[in-house]
Each structure stands twice: as C-alpha cells, then as structure tokens.
C-alpha cells in the first residue's frame, strides 16, 4: 500500500481553538490536561500488520496532524513538518500475564496520557529540531483473540470529532486491504479549511449577532455556582466513575425526551441541572458544554482542533416539574447550537473579566454524538474513551451505545474530590435521572430523596442499572494493599515513647536541568504503586492497657504519595550557590519533614530544586522511617530516575515488547511479568516478607536463639543518672549529634546489601566483620575499659554495644524500614593494644560478630514477633552504647545524570533535619556512634562518625575528649583491619 504524505501546505494561522490550547500549555508546560485518548477493543481476529498498514495511511492521509509552531511577526503560525510514513510503526505490548490485563493496558497508556509535549520542541525554525508526535497509537494483547487499539492525542492537533473521523476511516482503510477490495478516496479535508471559515466568520454580520445573543444572554451576570461550592485549577490527572445504563433504563430516557420533544443528551443536561439546583440551591443553574462550532461547508471533514466550550443557562425551581425543565433546557440547546462558533473564552474575558481561566466551574458536558462501534473487516470495534480534556471540577461525557445503552463518565478534580465523593455524586444523579423520568410531571420538590445506585460490576447486558468505576490512574493491578502486621521498625518506634511523626530518612540529588514536575508527579505516583511500603498508614487505638498499633498499605486511589500532588514540590533557586543553596535547601527540608504524617499516610515528600536550564538541579527525598530506610534510595533513586525518563520520552512505558526496537526496559514486560525493570527477580512483596518474618519468629530454629539473647538482654549499661523531665533528646536541648569526625577509611571492605543479589547463604551483613565496623567496636571496647559509664552493670570488663543495619534478607529491590537492631557483647581488649596486639583485638571483635546468631535477625522476631518469647526479652538491654551502620547513597547506573549532592550540602541538610524536634531516635544509652561511609574528599575516601551522647552522663568537654580519643584508635586500628583474616 502507497502511504504517500499529502503536500505539505504552506505555514498558516492557528485555529482559534487552537490558539487557545497553546496558550494554556504554554502557561503550564508541565499541564498534560490537553492530552486525550481513547481505546478500541477489539474482539476476533486481528491481522496486526494490516492493521499497522491502516494507521500508517490515515496519518499521512492527515497532514495536519503533523507540524510545529513558528512565530513570525508576532503571529504564531503552524507550519506542517513531513510524516514519514513508511519507518512508522505500531508499537505492541501483552498485559495477558497481568491479574487484570485490560487494567494494566490502561494503566500504561494513563502514564501516556500524563506526558505533555515538549514545548521546546514544538517550537522551532525547521532546522536541526524534530517537533513533538502529537499523535500516537499503541496496540495491546489483553487475550486470545482480543486487542485494545490505543490512540492519543494532543487537543493542538485534533479535537473529539476529529478522533472520530481518524478511527473511522482507520477502520475503512483496513477493512478494504484485508478484503482487497479498491481503498475510497481519502475523505478528509485540510486543516486550512477550518482556519479559511473562522477567517470568513469573523468578518461576517453572524459573528456580530453572536456576540450579541451571548452578551445579551448573559447581561446579568448570573453567578457562578461550582457544584463543590469552590473551583480549582484544572487537573490534567481525574478519578473517574463509569455508570452504564442497560438498553430498559436508556429507553426510559429516551422515552421521556421524546415525549417533551428533546433529544437523550438534552435530558442528561437537564438532569445535572436539577441535581446542581438541588445541592447548591441555586435557582440558575449554569453548566459548561461542548460544542463542535464546525456549520461551514467542509469543515466536518476535517481531522483537525475546532472545539468550544459555551454556556447552557437554564432556571430551576423547586416547584417546576422536569418537563418544565426539559423544554427550557431544549430551548436552550437550540440557541447555543445556533451561536455556536463564537468562542467561549471571549465570553469568559468580556463577561467575567476577573476569571483568568476560559472554563466555566459549573459541571462541563461532553454530550458526544459519535459512533461508538466500528467494524474493522467483521470485527466489532468498541470504542471507550478515557480522557478528553482538562477537568477543573467535574465533567460528564455521555455516549449512547449502537445497542441502545447509554454510558456515563463522571471524571472529578483529584483537588475536589475522593473517589468515595465522586461515586456518591455519580449514584445520585444517575439516581436522579431514572426518578425524574418516572415522573417527569412531578414538581421537584414533591420528589423523594433520589435512589442510590448499588455499585456492582460491569457488564455489556443483562437487566437493571450497573455502575463500574473505571480503574483510576494511580491503582495498577493486583497492588498490595489492606492490613498488615506491626513491622519491627514501628514496634521499635512505639516502644520509644517518642513522638514518631518526624522521624524521617532523607536524601539529596543532583538531577538534570529542566525536570517537568509533572512528569516527575507521575514518576513518584508510580513509584509509590510499586514499592507498598511508600502507602504505609499506621493506626493506633487506645485503651486501659495502653496503645494498640497497626500497619495498613493504603491502596493507591487512596495513598498521598500517589493522589497528593504536594507530595512533589518545585522550588525555583535562581543564581543560588553555596552557602545560599544550601540554606535554601535546609528550609525546605524542614518544611517537608514537618509536613510527614505516617497516621494519615503522608510517609513521602520530594522537593525539586529548579535551577533553570542552565545548571542541573536538586532533588530532595524524604521518607517516614516506617517507609525507607538508608539503603532504600539505592532502590527509590535509580528507578524514580528511569521512570522519569519513560515516562518523559513516552517510549518506556508503552514501546518496546513487540522484540523490533529492544527498548522494553522498565515497561509491560516489568511491570507486569514480576519484574520491576532494574534487574532484580520478583521480591515477595512486603505482605509477603512479613508473612514470612512471622513465621520464621516462631520456627524451632529460630526460638532456640532464646538463651543467647536473654544473656545479652540480663546486661544492663550502668545506672544512669536520670534524664531531665521531657528530654527527648535533640541538638537544642543538649544531645550534640551535630559532632563529626572522619578518619580515611582506605579499603575497609564494607559494602552493603544492595551490592549482591546473593546474600543467603550465611554471608550475611550482620556478620560480616568488615573493617571499619570492627576497628570502631575494638575502640570502644578499650576506651570503655578506663570509662565505667560506657561498660555497662559491672559484671565483667566485656562491653555490650546495640548494633543496627540495614537487614540483608530484605525483599529484593524494595523500599521500607527494614533495618536490624541486635545486642553484640565485645570482649574487652585490656589496656590500649599495640603491635600484634592490635590485630588480636581485632580478631576478637570480629569473632564476636561472627558468633552472632544468623546476623542478629533474630533478636528483633522474638523480641516483636513472637507473643511467648516477647515478654522473656522485653526487659533486654538498656542504656548501652549503641553503633549504627548507614550507607551512603551513590551514583548508580540506573540513574543517568543522577548523582549524589555534594557533601557540603548534605551535611547542612543533616544538620537541620536533626535539629527538628523529634527527627532524631530518643538516645536511651551513654553514647552513639553512627557509621557513615563516604564517597571521599579531595584526600581520598574517608568515613564519618557521627557522634552523639547524653548530655546528662558527659559534659560538652568530656565527650569530645572521649570521642577525640576513639577517633585517634580508630584511625590506627583501620590499617590492621583491612586484614582478610579477620573476615575468616
């Protein structure tokens, strides 16, 4: 088949609907609210090439479609770029692996859908830039025998009709080639039609009377009534409710317009008309509608943006009857489809100058008139529609099904409503309307409450009335979600007695000039559905005994890290540097550290520090404990980095499993076969990894850990003096955490859990006695020799320390809290060792951490999980030194462009994190240690020690004589540790 592009036409005006498109998208550049989409299922044969073949025809048929902006003059004009045809293709993908293959096809187009244009490249002067598609199609196997024809839009380039025309003759064209039969003539008309009629129009006495009638109209200034009683910005994400009214319901409907003499969508209208006068009480209801302003010849066959949203005005009064209403509303429609071309932002600007946005708040109609059944060679196509524009409150579309159903998409504004609010506004109007047609001769306010829908599933026949609710943009299939037992970390957290709320982990990253906070919404929303530690909600209930917690992972339709759009902030930083930068950054931090609330869910929050597109910018995360821990951002970054990528070039999480171009990395195949795109094989999940924690906490083998840990658990630090009244320690009230020192740690050994995907076999982290962890526990274990406040009950010259880390068993590739605590007991050394003394020092320390029982997992499952061994270690170790084992993120190869922020940064970030009440753990023992390794200085690699210790046990000058002296050990243990031998 010839797939010759039409002649390019020379550069010409923009539509006046399309003018305004761009204006707004280049207000937002980051609004995707502009793109629209729909789908074709498919039921029966599909020859797939053929049906490329279509496609490949239709576009070039459409030259239109294709072109870029240039602005010439002070004008803006759309000048047509070439299509090339033949290297075109239809991308295909398989979601049958899926629990829910038409849900995750949907899911991955949705992702589609929030990606808007590159403005920057949609504006050129013809050399050397590639304009955005703002056209694309995708093809999904969802069964045997069953496809999903994906296509989608940008509203620059086409509008609803103008869909409706591609996907017809799409269908044309690919029945002739599979029946081979003489392809018709090409039906549509150019794009210069439409810009031809509206010059004409404007200059015409028609464009005059339509100003007048709308002026008129409108003379008044009815007011505004939001069905929310407020408006927001337009959302380019929307829940959706479905409602799809059988062929008996429908033909009530349309048996009541009939009957007054009106068509079904004018009795859709007048319904949402009552329902607005009956939640607002306003006498003058005023919705939005729209209308297709295409009455000059030619311009129906045109695949090209003409759009208008106008008013509909129509009083409603509590003693009118619906019939009553229904003329009106007829009558209404008749006008507004008489002055139909003149454009409703004009009318927004002239009547209402205040409102700087041309929608209107009452609920906007999409009363489409077009086919919903196509036949592609015998295959009956049904066509679903999933997004057609920006929904500032609510929007209803309604569609009238060849077999005489009628579906209704009720699409709210994330920022107005829940999903519960939604169906309820959707059950009640859909309620409303069967009532109304009952009794269409009834005063309305002699009506009863209207019925309430029962939501059940879905189905294409059968009696009664169904409501579905579509799969909402942020719930993939088969997602973990519900109750979940008490993770370690928050038994840890409850038993603190601290307040939780701000304990948080925190990274900062240097990141790409010119982030779209959009795209990166949409990456952390998808994120969040993948990793169900980031929805985690803890509950607590109070009683006599005390209180009771429980953990829940929120689903995503109703998780903040996924709905919440200031889950991700954008802070604009100018010229800011240095020191300047880094106090910005700090402020912000705080700001989001402050906004974290795990008992309502909020566990996630991202800042973007925008410096412009001249320099790269920050990002920085932060995360409830309870969410991520350390080494989850080796997990989060380099997936949040290449999901952003995806999702930004719109290729990664569409194309690519149809094995011809091989950029299926991160997409269907990953997200839908137990994969998560990074390399690593399914994890358990984290329902799963409790599960298993559970069961491992009350096995044989791991109860038989019992006499150790209750040996450790007897030691006791020494007694204390008491801690002042409501100290929960913070660098303001005298717990110093803010004293660091380094010492260069050469080649300690160290790594972390996520550097192998095979620690199972004994070679765990907890008793890996790598260097730099056991030159620090060796010098603690001498200095506490001469120090009785670091040694414990003085029943022995051993030391007891509590060890954490990040847990090496954790589910593979998976965000949370999953960190190790245990009691280590370390042999006392004696005096200060020197020579080969130090080596044996050393070799007993990591003896000792070798001898712990499988890591020192087990202490926390008994401890937590286990209800008769709980109480046997409830009373365990208290007061002790206690060692702490980070990890420092770093550059990985996931994350291209993504690296860590400097070390200046980070560290003022630390420092106001920490001085935030309750950020930091309540420090219950004498001293802590925390071990970070370090990326390295100009002097080569280096690890930091953060100190901190109690301010009630050594004065400011005593624990920097103390902590100056373990570092001077520390630095000379290092060079012995390095000995393999250790490790043996």
């Known amino acids: 088949m010839s797939h010759a592009t039409l002649t390019p036409a020379p550069p010409q005006e923009l539509t006046a609907a399309q003018a305004h498109v761009l204006s707004a998208q280049r207000t937002d550049p980051h609004h995707a609210g502009y793109n629209v989409g729909q789908y074709i299922e498919l039921i029966g044969p599909i020859d797939v090439d053929a049906l490329q073949d279509a496609l490949r025809h239709t576009l070039a048929e459409a030259p239109g479609l294709h072109f870029r902006i240039r602005e010439e003059g002070g004008r803006l004009l759309q000048e047509p770029v070439p299509f090339d045809a033949a290297h075109w293709r239809l991308p295909r993908l398989d979601t049958t692996g899926a629990a829910d293959p038409t849900s995750a096809a949907v899911e991955l187009v949705r992702e589609q859908l929030a990606c808007p244009p590159r403005l920057d490249l949609l504006f050129g002067n013809g050399t050397g830039t590639v304009p955005p598609a703002l056209t694309g199609a995708v093809l999904v196997r969802v069964g045997a025998q069953h496809h999903l024809l994906f296509q989608y839009f940008h509203q620059l380039a086409v509008d609803g009709y103008g869909v409706a025309l591609l996907t017809r003759r799409i269908a044309e064209v690919y029945t002739a080639v599979l029946r081979g039969t003489p392809l018709p003539d090409s039906p549509f008309a150019p794009v210069s039609t439409l810009v031809d009629a509206e010059s004409r129009y404007t200059a015409s006495a028609q464009y005059a009377r339509d100003r007048a009638h709308w002026a008129a109209r409108y003379c008044d200034g009815p007011q505004l009534t939001p069905v929310r009683g407020r408006s927001a910005p337009p959302s380019d994400t929307a829940l959706r409710r479905t409602v799809v009214l059988d062929r008996q319901t429908a033909a009530a409907v349309v048996s009541t317009a009939r009957a007054s003499r009106c068509t079904w969508a004018e009795t859709i209208a007048a319904t949402v008309a009552v329902q607005l006068h009956r939640e607002t009480g306003t006498r003058d209801a005023v919705l939005a509608m729209y209308a297709m302003a295409r009455t000059a010849p030619g311009t129906l066959r045109v695949p090209g943006m003409a759009v208008n949203i106008l008013p509909v005005r129509v009083a409603v009064g509590d003693e009118d009857t619906f019939a009553t209403v229904l003329e009106r509303m007829a009558a209404e ?222 689903p995503s339709a109703l998780a903040p890290a996924v709905i919440d759009t200031a889950t991700v902030r954008r802070v604009v930083t100018g010229r800011a540097t240095g020191a300047q930068l880094s106090a910005l950054i700090a402020g912000e931090a705080r700001r989001a550290a402050l906004a974290l609330d795990p008992w309502t869910g909020t566990v996630l929050r991202l800042v973007w520090f925008d410096a412009g597109p001249g320099g790269p910018g920050r990002l920085l995360l932060i995360a409830h404990v309870t969410a991520a821990d350390d080494a989850s951002w080796q997990v989060i970054v380099p997936e949040l980095a290449a999901s952003y990528q995806a999702l930004l070039v719109g290729g990664g999480p569409i194309h690519g499993t149809d094995g011809t171009d091989g950029s299926d990395r991160f997409s269907a195949a990953d997200r ?65 955490d803010e004293l660091t020192t380094y010492v260069a740690a050469g080649s300690t050994g160290t790594k972390t859990s996520t550097d192998t995907d ?31 406040r670091l040694r414990g009950d003085g029943l022995g010259p051993e030391l007891v320390v509590e060890r954490e880390f990040s847990d090496p068993t954790r589910p593979l590739r998976m965000a949370g809290g999953f ?11 004696g005096a200060s060792p020197t020579g080969e003394a130090v080596g044996r020092a050393l070799s007993r320390t990591a003896g000792a951490l070798a001898s712990v029982p499988d890591g020192g997992r087990g202490h926390q499952q008994l401890l937590h999980l286990n209800a008769q061994t709980a109480s046997l270690l409830a009373d365990g170790a208290r007061d002790v030194v206690r060692v702490v084992h980070r990890v420092r993120p770093g550059a990985t190869a996931g994350a291209v462009d993504w690296r860590p922020a400097p070390i200046s940064e980070c560290t003022a970030l630390r420092a106001a994190l920490a001085a935030l009440p309750g950020a930091e753990p309540p420090l219950t023992g004498p001293l802590e240690v925390t071990l970070v390794e370090d990326g390295g200085s100009d002097a080569g690699p280096r690890a930091e020690l953060r100190w901190r210790w109690a301010a009630h046990v050594f004065s400011e000058e005593e624990a920097r004589r103390l902590t100056a002296e373990l570092t001077r050990l520390i630095t000379d243990f290092l060079p012995f540790s390095t000995d393999p031998a250790l490790s043996a």
């Not at 969040?528 to 209930?541: D, F």
């Not at 060796?778 to 200095?783: E, G, I, K, N, P």
Request: glycine share 12%; aromatic share 4%.
């Open 758 to 788: 095979t620690d199972t076999d004994g070679a765990r982290r907890g008793a890996d006695a790598h260097g730099l962890e056991v030159a620090v526990l060796t010098a603690l274990a001498v200095v506490a020799g001469d120090e009785p």
């Open 333 to 554: 429609f008749t006008a507004v489809r008489t002055h139909q071309r003149f454009r409703g932002e004009e009318i927004v600007g002239e009547l209402w100058p205040g409102r700087t946005r041309a929608h209107w708040p009452g609920p906007l109609l999409n009363l489409r008139p077009f086919d919903t059944e196509v036949d592609f060679a015998g295959v009956p196509g049904h066509i679903v529609t999933l997004a057609s524009g920006p929904v500032e409150g609510l929007s209803i579309s309604a569609v009238r099904y060849a077999d005489g159903r009628l579906r209704l998409d009720f699409d709210g504004n994330p920022a107005l409503y829940d999903a519960q609010g939604l169906g309820e506004w959707a059950e009640h109007c859909v309620g409303l309307l069967r009532q109304l047609c009952r009794e269409p001769g009834r005063a309305l306010s002699a009506l009863r409450a209207p019925d309430v829908v029962e939501t059940i599933a879905p189905r294409r026949s059968g009696a009664g009335l169904s409501v579905a609710k579509s799969p909402p943009s942020g719930n993939m299939p088969a997602e973990e979600a519900g109750g979940l037992p008490l993770l370690p970390v928050a038994h840890r957290l409850r038993e603190s007695g601290a307040p939780v709320e701000r304990r948080q982990e925190s990274a900062l990253w240097e990141v790409p000039a010119g982030l779209s906070a959009v795209v990166l919404r949409r990456a952390v929303a998808r994120l969040a559905r993948a990793h169900p530690a980031l929805r985690l909600k803890l509950h607590r209930l109070g009683g006599a005994a005390g209180e009771v917690w429980t953990h829940e992972v929120l």
């Open 819 to 829: 960190g190790v605590v245990h009691p280590v007991r370390i042999p006392a050394p």
């Open 672 to 736: 839908f076969s137990g994969t998560n795109g990074l390399g690593g094989t399914a994890s358990e999940g984290l329902h799963g990894w409790t599960r298993r924690l559970l069961a491992e906490a009350n096995e044989p083998e791991r109860v038989a850990e019992l006499p150790a840990w209750s040996a450790l658990s007897a030691r006791r630090g020494i007694a204390l003096p008491p801690r002042p009244e409501h100290s929960f320690p913070t660098a303001a009230d005298g717990c110093h």
